[in-house]
């Protein structure tokens, strides 16, 4: 079983099930990437690059946006983004979604 779970197709990033130790392995769409730290449970890793200024999607809304280039495997946490976290009624055009 994986370590972590993507938890809608448009996210960009993924959740750790448990504690996971660095350079553990996690399937992307890109193939698979080495995690590049500890992660801790619940806590989200990169599933792709995230580009500093992008948004970091989680349950297929934005969360946050990148404060600085985030690399594929890269715990995700407040050390790199800026919250940008939305009630789940908010409707996907305001959040910046282009394709909603």
């Known amino acids: 079983m994986s370590a ?4 809608h197709r448009d996210d960009n ?6 504690l ?4 553990s392995m996690i399937d992307t769409a890109n193939g698979p990437v080495a995690t590049l730290s500890d992660v801790a449970m619940a806590h989200k890793v990169a ?3 995230i580009a500093k200024g ?4 989680k349950y297929g809304m934005p969360i946050g946006t990148a404060t600085t280039d985030i690399a594929p495997g890269a715990h ?9 976290y939305t009630a789940t009624h ?3 055009e305001e959040a910046g979604l ?3």
């Open 4 to 7: 972590f779970l993507k938890l």
């Open 54 to 57: 992008e948004l970091v999607i």
């Open 20 to 23: 996971v130790p660095k350079g």
């Open 47 to 49: 599933d792709c690059a």
């Open 90 to 92: 908010y409707r996907a």
């Open 76 to 84: 995700v946490h407040v050390h790199n983004i800026a919250s940008r």
């Open 13 to 18: 990033v993924q959740v750790a099930l448990r």
């Open 98 to 100: 282009a394709d909603a």
